[in-house]
T-cell receptor
């Protein structure tokens, strides 16, 4: 089925390790987003992209990096994992902003120990 | 700073009851308000509201926006156990962010048989 695919679904990292969360969409959407969701909280925007080669910071970008080399892919990089990055991460895409709503991926549950 | 406040944070009712979920917001440049349903994984889109006083309806769910008083409500009539979920309210970020969203903490709704 068409949609947003996130990998991995679960991951445990040690403090100081690095990893990349993968996100791919096959709907030719221009806009892509990364959110994190902590227990009992709403989603917080980490980074977003309005098209290939263009990225920008959201509300909580510290400790993360992104790239957008193609329309389809929008990976999120954690360079030096910290316990504060323990969260569920959601990738989302949209044809052009909230006018059409978002399509969310199924999420990656990350634990940093 | 953009702010979205949902109430109640949790609610337990019996099947067949009607529930009303509340969302108040403070944003500098209001454009729209969105409701999402989140079960175990990714949020799924319910409604987008842009105009005051116009009800959006989908089956047993309905929502309305009051732009003067800066709030929205989500009603669910004849609740079923499948309505159990976290309901999230969100508004686009004032500063642009390509329509990145600010989310409330959500209302955790539990429907008991």
């Amino acid at each position: 089925n068409a949609g947003v695919t996130q990998t991995p679904k679960f991951r445990i990292l040690k403090i100081g390790q690095s990893m990349t969360l993968q996100c791919a969409q096959d709907m030719n959407h221009n806009y892509m987003y990364w959110y994190r969701q902590d227990p009992g909280m709403g989603l917080k925007l980490i980074y977003y992209s309005v098209g290939a080669g263009i990225t920008d910071k959201g509300e909580v970008p510290n400790g993360y990096n992104v790239s957008r080399s193609t329309t389809e892919d929008f990976p999120l990089r954690l360079e030096l994992a910290a316990p504060s990055q323990t969260s569920v991460y959601f990738c989302a895409s949209s044809p052009s902003g909230t006018l059409y709503g978002y399509t969310f991926g199924s999420g990656t549950r990350l634990t940093v120990v | 700073e953009d702010k979205v406040v949902q109430s109640p944070l949790s609610l337990v009712v019996h099947e067949g009851d009607t529930v009303t979920l509340n969302c108040s917001y403070e944003v500098t440049n209001f454009r729209s308000l969105l409701w999402y349903k989140q079960e175990k994984k990714a949020p799924t889109f319910l409604f987008m509201l842009t105009s005051s006083g116009i009800e959006k309806k989908s089956g047993r769910l309905s929502s309305i926006l009051d732009k003067k008083e800066l709030f929205s409500i989500l009603n669910i009539t004849a609740t079923q156990t499948g309505d159990s979920a976290v309901y999230l309210c969100a508004v686009p970020l004032s500063g642009g962010g390509a329509d990145g969203l600010t989310f409330g903490k959500g209302t955790h709704l539990i429907i008991q048989p």
